[in-house]
DNA sequence: TATGAATGAGTGTTCATTCAT
DNA sequence: GATGAATGAACACTCATTCAT
C-alpha cells in the first residue's frame, strides 16, 4: 500500500514536492480507509506535512478528495483507451489479439493504483455521487465505448460474427473481470500474474465461442 | 430504505422485541451509511432504545455489526441454494430453465436487502476482513458449487456441452451480474424488472452459444 | 468575578446540580471574554464537567448562551420592577424616596451580576441582535415605562411639576446612571456604596431643580 | 462601514500608501468584529496586502490594534477640544450656545467613526485594559475638564448658577448622550440628524432648569 | 433489563505567526 | 520591503463507551 507515488521527491526541498506528496498521501489513505474513515491529521502525517498546509492548498477534506480523483481519472482512461486501441489486429489471429488486450486490461484492473482508484470511488460513493457518475460518463463508458467500436470493426471484417457490439463489449469485459475479481474478495487479496493470464484464457475462450465468426 | 423489517411488532413491549427492533434498525442503518459511519446513537433512535440498551445486549459497536451479518447471511445462504436447486429440468428446455434460474438469482440479487447486504461487507471490508472471508466461504462459494452441480448434471445429460462446470458457474454468474450491475452505478440507482428480463436473456444467450451441447 | 453563584452544591452528587454549575459557569465565562472568545472548553473546567457534557445539555454554544441569558433577564425584569414600585409615596418626602429608588437602581446596575449581564449582552451583540433587541423590550423598556409610569403619578399628586413622564424617566435614569458609570471604566473598577450614595445625591438634587413641583 | 479613510490612495504603488491602507483596513475591521474576531487574514485583504507585509510593519496584531488607536485617538481629541472651545459664548443667549455645542458633541459622538472607536474600546477591554485607561485620562477627562472649564466660565459671568462645574458638565454630558444612546440599541441602529436635534433641546432644557441663573 | 447522564479521545477547520525567497 | 508557503496551537463539535439508578 506504499508503492503508489505520483511524484515524491525523497529529499523534499522543493515547494511542488509538498503538493505532489499531499495528493499522493491522500490517495493512499483515502483508498486505504475511505474517505469519511480518513483523518487530514492521518494524511497530513503520510505525507509529512502539517494539517493546516493541506487546508492551504485544497480548501476542505472534500475539494481534496475530489483533486485526488480528479487527477488519478485522467490518468486511468488515457491508459484503456490505449490498450484498447491495440485491438487494431492486422494480423489474422483474432484469438491472439483479445487475449493480448484481455490481458493488458486485466492487469490494469488488478495494478494497486486502480484497485485503490475503485476503492476511493467506492469510497465516497455515498457521499460524492456525481463523482461517481462522472467517472461512469467519462471513463467507464468511453472505454466501453472503444472496445464495442474495435469489436464492430472486427465484425465488418468477419474476424467476427455480426452482433451488438455493445453487448459483446459488455460481455467480453464481464467473462474478464468477474471471474477474476471473485478471488480476490472484494481487494483484500493479491492476484498472480500466472492467474491473470488462466483468466483471460479462459474467458477469450468463451467470448470466441459465443462470439467467432 | 425501511422495508426491511426482520421482526418488529410494533404494538408489543416485550423484550425480545427490542432486540428484534434493534437488530432491524441496525441492519438498515449499517447498509445504508456504512459501519464505520453508522453512530450507535442513530441505531438506538431507528429502533426507540436508549443507546445504552445496545450495550446491555451486545456488548460493543463491533459486536452489533457481526451479529447483524450472521443473521442476514443465513437467510441469503437458504434463498439462493434454494433458487439453484430449482435448476433440474425435468423438461428439455434448457433456455427456458437457464432464464428462469438466472432471473431469479438476479433479482435476488438486486433486492434492497441483498444489495444492501453487499453494502454491509464491502463497508466493514477494511475492519472486518473476517467477516467477508467467512461470507464467501460459506455463502458465495456454497452458492457457486451448487450452480456448478447443476451445470455438471446438465453435461452429463447431454444438455450441454462438455466443459469445466466451476468454469461454466462462473461465467454465468458474470454475465449475469456483471452487465446488470454496471447500469446501477455501484447501487446508486435501480433498475427495473424488464432491465433484469433482458440482462437475463442476453446472458442466457451468450452461455447457450459457448456452452450449449 | 467568583461570585455569581445561581445554585452550585460544593459537595456536588445529583444531576441537577451539574446544569446550574453549567450555567453558572457559562456566565462568568461569558461576561469575562464575551461569547466568541469564550471556549466551550473553558466553561466545562470552570464547571467541573467534561465537555461533551455541555454538549448533551445545550446542543450548541449558541443555545448554551441564550439560555444564560434567558434565565438571568427574567430575574434581573423582576427584581428592577419591585424596586420601581416602592415609588409609590404616601409620605410627602419626594427627595428622600427619590433618593431610594435611586440608591436601590443604582446598586443593582452595578452589582457584580448585573455588569456582568450587560457584558454578555454587549459581547454577543454583534453575533446575536435579536437577543439584544429582546432585552430592550422586555426589560428596558418596561423598567422606563414603569418608571414613568410612577413619576406620572407623582405629577398628578402635584409632588413634580407637570411634565411628559417618559421623558423625566429617561432623563432621571440618565443622571443618576451616566456620571457613576464614567467612573468604573466601562466596569473595569468597582464603585463603593460611598460614591453610589453621592451620585444618587447629586442625580436627585438636578432632578429635582428640573423637574420639582 | 467602508467610508473611514485615513489616507488611501488608490492608483498610487508607493510604500507609505501600504501602509495606510493597512492601518485604514484595520481600524475597519477591528470596529466591526472587535480585536478578538478580527483575523490578520481578513484585514491583509481588506488592505490589498499579504499577510506577512502586515507583521513587517507592525509586528504582531496587538502592537497593529494600538497602532490604529492611538492614530484616531488623538484626532478624536483634537476634534471633541474645537467643539467645546466654542462655547465662548460672546452672545447672551445661553441656550443657543449650549444646543449649538450639545449638538455638534452629539453628532461627533454618533459619527460611524466614533461609534467604531468606541467599539474598539470596548471590543479590547479585557485584552488591552491598559489603552482604555489611557483612552480615559488623554481624552475622556480632558474633554469632561475643558468642558467644565467652559461651564465655569458660564458661571462665573453669571449665565449659571452657581454651582461644581465639574458635575454640571458630568450631567450635561449625561443628559445629552445617553437618553439618545438608549435609541440605538447599542449601536446597532442608527440615528436621524431629527433624533439628535430633539435630543439635544430636551437635554438643553432640563440642564438650564437645573442649571439656569 | 432499561435508561439518562457523563466522559475522553478524536475530527475538521481556523488563525497568528515564521521563514525562505 | 513584500510575498507565498508552512506550521503549532486552539476550537466547536461528535462519538463509542461507562456508570449509577
Known amino acids: 500500500m506504499r508503492d503508489h507515488v505520483i511524484g515524491e521527491v525523497p529529499g523534499t526541498r522543493g515547494r511542488i514536492d509538498k503538493r505532489l506528496a499531499m495528493l499522493d498521501a491522500a490517495f493512499r489513505i483515502f483508498a486505504d480507509v475511505g474517505y469519511e474513515q480518513a483523518s487530514v491529521e492521518s494524511i497530513a502525517a503520510e505525507a509529512g506535512v502539517a494539517k493546516a498546509t493541506i487546508y492551504n492548498h485544497f480548501g476542505d477534506k472534500e475539494r481534496m478528495f475530489r483533486e485526488v480523483l480528479r487527477a ?42 486502480t484497485v485503490w482508484y475503485r476503492r476511493l470511488l467506492v469510497a ?31 465484425m465488418r471484417r468477419g474476424q467476427l460474427r455480426d452482433a451488438d457490439p455493445a453487448v459483446a463489449a459488455e460481455q467480453f469485459w464481464a467473462l474478464l473481470v468477474t471471474p477474476a475479481e471473485n478471488r480476490t474478495q472484494l481487494g483484500t487479496r493479491d492476484v498472480t500474474s500466472a492467474e491473470l493470464r488462466e483468466s483471460t484464457s479462459r474467458a477469450v475462450d468463451t467470448f470466441l465461442r459465443a462470439f467467432g465468426a
Open 72 to 113: 488519478d481519472g485522467d490518468r486511468a482512461l488515457g491508459d484503456h483507451l490505449e490498450i484498447v486501441a491495440t485491438l487494431v489486429t492486422p494480423s489474422n489471429n483474432i484469438r491472439a489479439a483479445l487475449e493480448h488486450v484481455g490481458l493488458e486490461l486485466l492487469i490494469r484492473y488488478f495494478d494497486p493504483t
Open 124 to 154: 465516497g460513493r455515498a457521499t460524492f455521487p456525481d463523482v461517481l457518475e462522472s467517472v461512469r460518463t467519462n471513463v467507464t463508458e468511453r472505454v466501453m465505448a472503444a472496445l464495442a467500436d474495435r469489436l464492430s470493426e472486427l
